[in-house]
């Protein structure tokens, strides 16, 4: 077989790179096999964030605030099969498909154009043939999107059918038939025993049944919203339930519950679980005491794809799976009824008194959005929001026609043997359906030099990255230029994933950098990833960093993860690593810039400093005589610190080794304040702390948890990487050796780590690959290689460091990395996929942020304000050059 697909276009901006910055081409995007994936590469714009898919041309969890896109955009079929990607390569401005074949090849190129509500596809079709031949090239093409300003949470609102709210479970399902084995694969039921829960519901999180259901990857997260979310039926509807009734439809019994349940607006029943499946109907006799007040009769399970029926003004509905639809025949209040529910793979049919009154359509069909094909251009309006959506061509297709929600266009090819056919689609967005679609037939007309300004506005974001000076940052990061490639690389790779995380509008005015996605969070940033890669954002971006930190300190920042940048509102529950997190950002902010006035600054109700003592501090209002009371007990949720580890809670050594190092610190900002006896007494209970800490030493490496009533041992990266950042000093020699032989020996495997040891008793209740034992989040390498390099040991963390690219799954790291360990000579690792894991993490850009703290010993702190070089050799290592620590200020020129 031949291969003729064109190569993949190259644009090169003209401007020199400073001394040692690698093209982006040697940093990260190299062709991947489907195979060797779990997570597929995302998309970005430094707007907006989204995924491709299984198939050539689609894409899902489209978010660029204010516009968000549900289901997926279309898929592409050559002569009416829909070919699968087989290789995948990634760039920070677009991914490109592959699929190669006997007949026929097509490569595609799809990119968010930089800083535009604007999506491009390159589509190349080859003939594999030794003859000509003629192709029927067809694409789907949906913009199923909505335009809002609220809902803007870490589960961030996704448009539906039944309005607005974010449903994980259903749109992986949907993006899972872009398989072209799934190809019109069934999505509505959701697998798993679920709980029947009469009247008022439970309000959902991703998957969690229960408050404290077990930490998996597969039930995870609770309701992280934002504060604006709402839910349509919070209530249950006033009325009695009997003759609770599930089974297959030629008879037999799943579930039955037969007592009648009086309802009324705060009722709630929770019964056993079961399995919705297909050919299962579920009946049950209702009657409505009142038709005017809306409310929920039942509900299968608390998940946003859950099945649920109720009453409200237009009578009898059922939801499930982003589908909602009303019975056209009235209940009768006071009367019985006996309501069913038929259940198939494909269809979901409501039934009252044993008619059909309702039933779920296909998403592609939904009546929400309505598609029409004029003069070339295809427009896409919401009924439920002023979103529009256009789609315009580069060659115009033989036809256009509406299709369901969406259209379809389609090419009649006829290539010579070895001939590529080149074909351009863009789909631009926005809420005036006269520039949108003016913007879509611009971008058609001059498709190459739209799709070339992508890249090239990256390549110059790039260079700029590194440029004292630039127009793009506020500052600027320090050039590496390292004796090893591969270390040289993991740095460069680290500050790539800095730029790829970049939004400019996620915020009201300073560029953001967000934490995760895209299949979460397009505003979110959190507390504890920032403060992973505090001294590159303090070198980068420093403006943008202080008036976040105004924004983070002004919020309830101790009842949150973090908050949404585009509302200002808090995020999630709280973290037990916050006032670690803050401090060092604020620290690491001032004393980099030397912006001592910053500390006046009023976040609040209280100025900076003020904050720097209330985290520094926090450890004596998380005292508890059960546990000691010397060190902060974080209490029993495992929610506060690592999700997912059961026993890591109550007194644990990482986050109290943390609060030596603010009251460290701090002490040195009171001496810095003219402060003697406030620094006297802060070292000192710095010094009682640290002791303490010790004493959790449980030998081999490992260390204790303290709990009220048992005392635990674990072997956690994060007690190893946040205890000798902060007590190396302390250790000595044994306790030193045995904490670095326990990692060695324990967590680094293949080119990664685990970040909980393999052997550890809770390791089979920990079964996420971000901080159990089967992989390691994608900062924990960095933290750890910090944490090796101050025990003695920077050769071991040199030796981390650089194996890290070959772990990132083409791309760049992820939130989990997983170890495939099929015997110990087959170590693999990838960005994990399962669950709700993130394909991009900005907590990656620690291995980086380690380069300059573990090998080139840049610690500022408030004791050497002002003291650090420009630039910095280490034999053997490498030099870094152009670090941008300004003198101290005054508070009289505090603003930067």
């Known amino acids: 077989m031949t291969t003729t697909a064109q190569p993949a276009r190259r644009v090169r901006d003209d401007s020199t790179l400073p001394v040692g910055v690698p093209d982006l081409d040697e940093v990260a995007g190299e062709w991947v096999d489907a195979s060797e994936l779990a997570h597929l590469p995302s998309l970005r714009n430094q707007r907006g964030q989204g995924h491709v898919n299984h198939d050539l041309t689609s894409l899902s969890w489209l978010a660029a605030p204010p516009y968000s896109f549900g289901y997926h955009t279309g898929v592409l079929r050559v002569d009416g099969v829909v070919p699968d990607a087989q290789r995948f390569r990634w760039k920070p401005w677009g991914v490109q498909r592959e699929h190669r074949g006997e007949r026929v090849s097509v490569r595609t190129d799809t990119r968010m154009a930089l800083s535009r509500d604007l999506l491009l596809w390159r589509v190349e079709v080859t003939n594999e043939r030794d003859s000509a031949a003629t192709y029927t090239v067809s694409q789907d093409l949906f913009a199923l999107l909505t335009a809002t300003e609220v809902g803007w949470g870490w589960l961030y609102d996704v448009p539906w059918t039944n309005g607005d709210y974010h449903d ?321 690389r993991a740095y460069y790779m680290g500050a790539l994933l800095v730029l790829y995380m970049r939004n400019l509008t996620a915020g009201p005015t300073e560029p953001v950098f967000l934490t995760g996605g895209p299949r979460l969070g397009p505003t979110t940033t959190f507390y504890w990833d920032h403060s992973e890669w505090s001294r590159m954002y303090a070198l980068l971006e420093p403006v943008g960093l202080r008036a976040w930190l105004l924004r983070a300190l002004s919020g309830p920042y101790r009842d949150s993860f973090g908050f949404d940048t585009r509302r200002g509102g808090p995020l999630g529950n709280e973290y037990a690593s916050t006032d670690l997190s803050l401090f060092r950002l604020v620290e690491h902010y001032v004393c980099v810039t030397g912006d001592l006035g910053f500390l006046d600054e009023r976040a609040g109700s209280a100025t900076v400093a003020n904050h720097l003592e209330r985290l520094a501090y926090g450890w004596r209002e998380r005292r508890r005589a059960a546990t000691g009371g010397v060190l902060a007990d974080f209490g029993d949720d495992a929610w506060r610190v690592l999700e997912c580890v059961p026993n890591y809670i109550n007194v644990i050594a990482s986050l109290n080794a943390g609060y030596v190092m603010m009251m460290r610190s701090l002490a040195g900002l009171f001496r810095l304040r003219d402060r003697p006896d406030d620094a006297v007494r802060a070292q000192a209970e710095a010094e009682t702390l640290a002791a303490a800490v010790l004493d959790l030493y449980a030998d081999g490496g490992r260390w204790s948890v303290r709990h009220p009533d048992r005392t635990d041992t674990i072997g956690h990266s994060l007690d190893f990487g946040l205890v000798a950042a902060a007590l190396h000093a302390e250790l000595g020699p044994t306790r030193r050796r045995e904490m670095v032989e326990f990692v060695t020996g324990h967590l680094l495997t293949g080119t990664w780590m685990r970040a909980l040891a393999k052997d550890d008793p809770i390791a089979e209740s920990s079964d996420r690959p971000d901080h159990g034992a089967g992989g390691a989040f994608g900062a924990w390498p960095g933290v750890t290689a910090h944490g090796l390099a101050r025990l003695g040991r920077p050769d071991l963390a040199i030796g981390l460091l650089r ?42 850009a620690a291995t980086a942020e380690a380069v300059l703290a573990a090998l080139f010993d840049f610690e500022p702190t408030f004791a050497d304000l002002g003291t650090d070089t420009t630039t910095r050799h280490r034999p053997g290592v490498g030099v870094l050059s152009n670090l941008n620590v300004a003198p101290v200020r005054s508070p009289a020129d505090a603003q930067p």
């Open 168 to 488: 994980f479970i259903t749109l992986e399902r949907i993006r899972d038939t872009t398989r072209p084995t799934r190809d019109g694969a069934p999505y509505l039921l959701g697998p798993g025993p679920r709980r029947i829960r009469l009247g008022r519901p439970r309000l959902p999180g991703i998957q969690r049944d229960e408050d404290r259901s077990p930490m998996l990857m597969q039930y995870e997260l609770p309701r992280h919203v934002s504060e604006d979310t709402v839910y349509p039926h919070r209530n249950a509807a006033r009325g009695g339930i009997r003759n609770l009734h599930c089974g297959p439809a030629d008879g037999g019994t799943v579930f039955e519950f037969a007592d009648p349940v009086e309802l009324d607006p705060a009722t709630r029943v929770d019964l056993d679980g079961f399995e919705l499946r297909d050919g299962l109907v579920l009946s049950f006799d209702f009657r409505p005491d009142t038709l005017t007040e809306p409310g929920v009769i039942l509900t299968h399970g608390n998940h946003p794809d859950s099945l649920q029926l109720g009453i409200d003004a237009r009578g009898l509905w059922f939801g499930i799976s982003g589908e909602v639809a009303h019975a056209d025949t009235p209940l009768v209040a006071g009367a019985w009824h006996r309501i069913s529910v038929q259940l198939t793979d494909h269809r979901v049919t409501l039934l009252l008194d044993g008619t059909p009154v309702a039933g779920t359509g296909h998403w592609s069909r939904s009546r929400r959005w309505r598609t029409t094909v004029a003069d070339g251009v295809a427009i896409t309006a919401d009924h439920e929001s002023a979103a529009w959506a256009a789609y315009a061509f580069s060659t115009a297709p033989t036809d256009l026609t509406e299709t369901g929600a969406g259209a379809r266009a389609t090419w009649s090819l006829t290539l010579a043997p070895g001939e590529t056919r080149t074909l351009g689609v863009v789909c631009a967005y926005g809420t005036d359906p006269a520039e949108v679609a003016e913007d879509a037939r611009r971008a058609a007309r001059t498709f190459d030099e739209t799709l070339d300004e992508t890249e090239y506005g990256t390549r110059r974001h790039w260079r700029n990255m590194f440029t004292p000076g630039n127009g793009d940052f506020s500052g600027h990061l320090p050039t590496f230029r390292a004796e090893d490639p591969q270390l040289a």
């Open 803 to 844: 194996l890290t690219p070959q772990s990132a799954s083409g791309a760049l790291w992820g939130q989990a990395m997983e170890i495939l360990d099929r015997d110990p000579t087959d170590i693999r690792v990838r960005v994990a996929e399962r669950g709700v894991s993130n394909r991009d993490s900005i907590a990656g």
